[in-house]
């Protein structure tokens, strides 16, 4: 299920590597799938606007569920995880 896909690799830094955050995860037994994704929509517009993202992609398979995002650089996806823990 790709959440967000405005990978636009001409603004990239062609000497610096994107970075990938993963997160893999479970649910409750009683969450739904619909919720869950529901959810991550929800969020996905505000990291659009956050300084060097470039795409957000989430997946499941019989081991759980992975919520991958892509950042231009290092610094940007740190600045943006400690940004959304004082939201």
């Known amino acids: 299920i790709s959440l967000a896909n405005s ?26 799938d619909n919720s869950l994704i529901k959810a991550a929509n929800a969020i996905t517009p505000e990291l659009q606007k956050t300084k060097g993202f470039i795409s957000r992609h989430l997946g499941k398979n ?20 400690s940004d959304m823990m004082q939201s």
């Open 7 to 32: 990978a636009d690799t001409t603004s990239l830094d062609c000497g610096k590597q994107p970075v990938i955050e993963l997160v893999s995860f479970n649910t409750t037994v009683n969450t739904q």
């Open 62 to 81: 019989q081991q759980g569920w992975i919520d991958i995002v892509i950042w231009q650089t290092q610094s940007d996806a740190q600045k943006a995880a």
